[in-house]
Nanobody, 119 residues
């Protein structure tokens, strides 16, 4: 399983760091992504990190503000989020990709952690 944590209430302009820990899963063998879903909106992948070449993917909506990283020794992937806005309010999920490429689909998801940004 993937366990996401670190969400909470933060003021606009603030920062949060989310963690995704593999429980019974070795994350080092896979690309890992972070997605989010706000009420009434479609899911959006906000970051992905490959386990092979360290390649990173961010959509325009978070580029320059979010940073994904991994510590394979701790079996953990992080999402550092800076300069948060109300638009970032959502439940954030981590997901294991089907392989090492971030363009692959997801096959395991965590339970999600809620991020609420107050204006």
């Amino acid at each position: 399983q993937l366990q996401a944590s670190g969400g909470g209430l933060v003021q606009a302009g603030g920062s949060l760091t989310l963690s995704c820990v593999g429980s019974g899963l070795t994350l080092a063998y896979y690309a890992i992504g972070w997605s989010r879903q706000a009420p009434g909106r479609e899911p959006e992948e906000v970051a992905c990190i490959s386990n092979k070449d360290g390649s990173l993917i961010y959509p325009h909506s978070v580029k320059g503000r979010f940073t994904i990283s991994r510590d394979d020794a701790k079996n953990t992937v992080y999402l550092q989020m800076n300069n948060l806005t109300h638009e970032d309010t959502a439940t954030y999920y981590c997901a294991r990709k089907l392989g090492s490429n971030c363009h692959l689909g997801d096959d395991r998801w965590g339970q999600g952690t809620l991020v609420t940004v107050s204006s």
